[in-house]
C-alpha cells in the first residue's frame, strides 16, 4: 500500500456538487484489477477511475474505468473528470486533442469554452430496438406502448437501449420498476419543446431535451445523475434521425436534484460531448 494522489471531480457542471461526482487516482501503477474494483465499490460513487502510463504511442494517458461491481470499457463522465483531472496535474497533450486510451480504444478529447468534449465513439449497436423490448420497456417505465416516440439501440461499450418520450415532464415523472426491466439498461430521452420538430425547444428553458439514465444496481434499478456515454449514444441517433439539431443542449439529473448540463455538437464527422468539470476534492489515498 502506497499514497498516491487523488482528486474528487463533480462532471458536466461548474458548480461543485450538481453535476457527477467522479473519484480519480492520478496514479493506479502497480494496482491489481481486485484492488482497483474493491476501491471503487467502497467510495460508493457510481465510478472510479485509475490513470496509468499509455501503452498506445498515440496516447497520452491510459484509463481504467469502475462501477460498483465491475469494470467499464468506456464511459463519458469518467472520461471528462479523469482528463479535468490529468491536465489540472499538468498534464500536457502530445499535439491539439488530448488522446485517452481506455477499453474501447482511443478517445479524443478537445477543450472548447472553457469545457472538455470527447468525440463520441462509434456506436457497437444502432438501429431500431426489437419491438418485444419496447413493449417490455414501456412497461418497466409506466407508460403505454404509444408514449415511446422512437426507440434505438445506443450501445457505445454501456449497452444502452434509449426510447424518446413525448415530453421532458414525462420523463421527469417516471417512476422505473427494477423487477420489469431486470438488467437493462436504459436511457430516456424528452424534449422540451415538440418531437420531431429539430431545434424546436421551450422559450423558457435552456436545455432541448431532458434525459435519465437507468440501470441494473447494487440494490435494483439504479439512476445515474449525469451520464456521457449515454448522452453521446443519444446524440448519435437522435442527430442522426433528424430528431435533434447539430448543437444542442442536454438536462439530466434534475429528478435527482442535480443540474447537468451536456453540451452537444456535431462537427464534420464527429460528434462531440462536452461539459464542465470542478475539482471538490484535492488530496491523496492510500492504496
Not at 422559450?203 to 453521446?232: I, Q, Y
Amino acid at each position: 500500500m502506497k499514497t498516491r494522489p487523488f482528486k474528487q471531480v463533480d462532471v458536466f457542471t461548474a458548480m461543485p456538487y450538481l453535476g457527477n461526482p467522479l473519484a480519480v487516482v492520478l496514479d493506479g501503477s502497480g494496482l491489481s484489477t481486485e484492488e482497483m474494483q474493491h476501491f471503487t465499490n467502497w467510495t460508493n460513487l457510481s465510478e472510479a477511475t485509475f490513470l496509468l502510463p499509455p501503452t498506445h504511442p498515440d496516447a497520452d494517458y491510459q484509463v481504467r474505468i469502475f462501477c460498483p461491481g465491475r469494470e467499464l470499457p468506456f464511459a463519458g463522465h469518467p472520461t471528462l473528470g479523469s482528463c479535468h483531472a490529468w491536465l489540472e496535474a499538468g498534464g500536457k497533450p502530445k499535439g491539439t486533442h488530448v488522446v485517452q486510451e481506455c477499453g474501447v480504444g482511443l478517445i479524443k478529447l478537445r477543450r472548447d469554452a472553457g469545457r472538455l468534449a470527447f468525440a463520441a465513439p462509434p456506436l457497437i449497436r444502432s438501429g431500431p430496438l426489437d419491438e418485444a423490448d419496447v413493449a417490455l420497456i414501456a412497461r418497466g417505465l409506466g407508460v403505454t406502448r404509444a408514449d415511446i416516440k422512437a426507440h434505438a439501440w445506443c450501445h457505445n461499450g454501456p449497452n444502452w437501449r434509449g426510447v424518446m418520450l413525448g415530453s421532458a415532464r414525462q420523463v421527469l415523472a417516471l417512476k422505473p420498476d427494477a423487477a420489469v426491466l431486470g438488467q437493462l439498461d436504459i436511457g430516456v430521452v424528452g424534449p422540451h419543446g415538440k418531437v420531431g420538430v429539430v431545434g424546436t425547444q421551450s422559450e423558457t428553458h435552456e436545455c432541448a431535451f431532458e434525459v435519465r439514465a437507468f440501470f441494473p444496481g447494487n440494490n435494483g434499478m439504479a439512476e445515474d445523475p449525469v451520464t456521457g456515454s449515454l448522452n453521446a449514444g443519444l446524440a448519435q441517433w437522435l442527430i442522426g434521425a433528424g430528431l435533434a439539431p447539430h448543437q444542442y443542449i442536454a438536462a439530466q439529473g434534475t429528478a435527482m436534484g442535480r443540474a447537468g448540463r451536456v453540451h452537444v455538437q456535431q462537427d464534420g464527422a464527429d460528434i462531440w460531448i462536452g461539459g464542465s468539470s470542478v475539482t471538490c476534492i484535492n488530496g491523496t489515498v492510500s492504496l
